[in-house]
């Protein structure tokens, strides 16, 4: 941290107004700056075995599966970023900010996932409808349907509708940079003012963060602001490199006879729509679940996000307190928070299921006219209640640790089962004719949008059948988990943690000083649940929720030669399905400014969906779709 002293002129203060300073009076102001330069570089060390598209508008649908993306070896990420903070400290009153910026180099791997987020091969099962063998310009099955129901080609520019022996591809007409323009980023993160009103009241207004919670890796109470994970998914080290800060009144009043503080926070919704809730690789990329490498959803009439959906309006107010507080030497916190939730749900075109959506279809905002996409991705406005604690146990030595947070009626996205049929969804959609118009091969049967639809028992479908259990032809069937009615849940997520100073490394390992352990036991209870209801553990995955989703994770670090040399190693366990992932590091410091880091992030599902979009899968759970994620990364820091 660098600091200056300087002298700031009467003139200048009279301009920031008598009630703050008196005219006339000249005082010191301190300024203090730091920062960084960094670069991240990461090396592939498995092939992605994902299928690449060959196959474009125009082309031979035979070849659109074409190779393996392979990777094993290259750059997928070359990525260079500088940050700046500073701040003035006029007296009575500081301002302070944050900048960064990020670029990266478009390395030939990552260039080929952006050419998979244009046309993306998918696994489709063919019914009486389908299309059977089939050469370019695609024809419907037998009735020979090249035109919508204007007359308009189905096959727009820069999209493709193949098939061939249930190869599918589908692309939402990206021309642009879409995926790797998500990589690159020049913000002001934060800017803010603070002073005192009295002794006791603390004010800090402007964007900021604020961390709430005990837990590394999961978060329970670090619930006010969301996540971008689609450049380093949750690994990066500091957690504030990944937040998104937001625009808040934060007002803390210190309580000395309770031996607490009482802290407010309102948001009053002028973020812009990027900043609230998580943002996920779902355009594709480095970190997209597999198989998902390429899928462009938001790009395209999949899936668009909409941030202004009645449920989740990122324009609303959000507001919370905590009280913190110690209690006979144990700290404590209780905290209630109604805020954009950083965990998404995804809705459907009610237009798709004769039973519609028992969700609001909002399409205020979603950059795709109403009747044009399939689903929506949107943040639920939840309600948070938190209670933390952390106690230093002198009979184990180390420090206790855990957090409560109760989430009442949280949504959640049903149909392990679910598929969704594209030939259906187009004619519900408009873009195929309705059912009765005269084509080439007879009258236009009718299709359903959804198969295997809680609301429809006429559409049960088991692939590879010609027709539905209600004798409807099937036309291009695609398994896409997730697409039941939209149900609400109790939830209760329990974090436990010990930290503790390993003393006998000293003598035993020979480190400089004690190493350190922490772990922690993160929980994710479903409460009242049924396993009819058929929730699924993730969007596009046909694995059903758990009543508890527990992960167990632990971490050391062995510090050497002053703290010059650290190695360490993470992992972390799927306690339910046994998926888990390692992280062995090693930190070098040379003098004040030079940080180097080195790690592996090793990835070890039980299961996975590991080809292409569309073939039915019920096991692949949240580590499942990182599977042949593997990286060796190099992170190196100048700082100042």
């Known amino acids: ?106 390395t030939s791997y990552e260039r080929g996932l952006q050419d998979a987020s244009k046309i993306t091969p998918a696994y489709v099962y063919t019914g009486a409808f ?53 990589y690159d980023s020049t913000e002001l993160r934060e800017f803010y003012v603070t002073f005192d009103v009295t002794d006791r009241v603390h004010v800090k207004l402007g964007k900021q963060q604020v961390v709430w919670g005990e837990t590394d890796f999961f978060r329970a109470m670090d619930i006010i602001h969301g996540y971008d994970l689609r450049w380093r998914s949750f690994l990066e080290l500091e957690n504030e490199e990944l937040r998104k800060p937001l625009n808040l009144a934060n007002v803390t ?42 899928a462009g959803v938001t790009s395209s009439l999949i899936g668009p996000i909409n941030r202004h959906h009645e449920y989740g309006d990122e324009d609303d107010a959000n507001y919370g307190f905590r009280w913190s507080g110690t209690f006979k030497q144990v700290g404590y916190s209780f905290a209630y928070y109604r805020g954009i939730s950083s965990e998404g749900v995804t809705t459907y075109n009610p237009i798709l299921s004769p039973g519609g959506s028992n969700w609001r279809w909002d399409p205020k905002d979603s950059g795709i006219g109403i009747n044009q996409r399939l689903v929506e991705l949107l943040s639920p406005m939840v309600e948070t209640y938190g209670f933390t604690f952390n106690a230093y146990s002198g009979a184990l030595d180390s420090v206790l640790r855990g957090e409560l947070a109760f989430t009442p009626n949280k949504p959640y996205n049903t149909g392990t089962n679910t598929m969704i049929d594209l030939l259906g ?30 609301a429809n028992p006429l559409s049960g479908y088991t692939p590879g059948d010609a027709l539905t259990s209600g004798g409807i032809p099937v036309g291009l069937a695609m398994d896409v988990p997730g697409l039941g009615p939209v149900i609400e849940k ?43 209801d058929d929730i699924v553990e993730n969007f596009g995955f046909g694995a059903s929720r758990r009543e508890h989703q527990t992960f167990l994770t632990n971490a050391f670090s062995f510090p050497y030669k002053y703290d010059t040399v650290t190695p360490g190693i993470a992992l972390g366990v799927d306690l339910g399905s046994f998926d888990s992932f390692l992280i062995p590091s090693l930190d070098l410091q040379f003098g004040d400014h030079w940080r180097v880091r080195f790690e592996a992030d090793l990835f070890f599902p039980t299961h996975v969906e590991k080809t292409n979009l569309g073939r039915v899968d019920t096991k692949t759970r949240t580590l499942g779709t990182l599977h042949n994620r593997d990286q060796f990364v190099a992170r190196i820091t100048y700082q100042f």
Do not use: C
Request: glycine share 16%.
């Open 130 to 182: 389908g299309f059977g063998a089939l050469t370019a310009p695609p024809a419907f099955g037998g009735f020979g349907v090249t035109t919508d129901a204007t007359g308009a080609p189905l096959v727009a520019p820069g999209q493709a509708v193949y098939a061939n022996a249930g190869l599918f591809g589908y692309g939402g007409g990206t021309t642009d940079d879409l995926l790797l323009d998500d």
């Open 425 to 454: 969804a187009f004619q519900a959609l408009g873009v195929l004719p309705p059912a009765g118009t005269p084509t080439p091969g007879g009258p236009m049967p009718p299709l359903f949008g959804i198969l295997n639809d809680p």
């Open 490 to 532: 109790d939830t209760l997520k329990i974090m436990l943690g010990v930290d503790k100073n390993l003393n006998w490394t000293m003598s035993k390992l020979g480190t400089s000083r004690p190493a350190f352990w922490t772990m922690q036991l993160f929980d994710t209870w479903v409460m009242n649940f049924d396993r009819d």
């Open 253 to 294: 009043i210190d309580v000395p006879e309770l031996a607490g503080s009482l802290q407010l926070i309102y948001r009053p919704g002028w973020d812009g729509a990027d900043d609230v809730g998580d943002d996920g690789p779902i355009n594709g990329g480095r970190w997209a679940p597999a198989p998902w490498t390429g």
């Open 1 to 106: 941290m660098k600091w200056v002293r300087a002298t700031l002129p009467a003139g200048v203060v009279a301009l920031l107004g008598s009630a703050v300073l008196a005219p006339g009076m000249a005082r010191a102001v301190e300024f203090e700056y730091s920062g960084y330069v960094r670069e991240h570089l990461s090396v592939n060390l498995q092939d992605n075995d994902q299928f690449e598209p060959k196959g474009f508008p125009g082309g031979n649908p035979t070849t659109l599966m074409g190779d393996e993306f392979g990777g094993q070896g290259e750059f997928s990420m070359i990525r260079h970023s500088g940050k700046l903070e500073a701040s003035a400290d006029f007296g009575p009153f500081q301002i302070a900010g944050v900048g960064r910026i990020a670029r990266e180099t478009r």
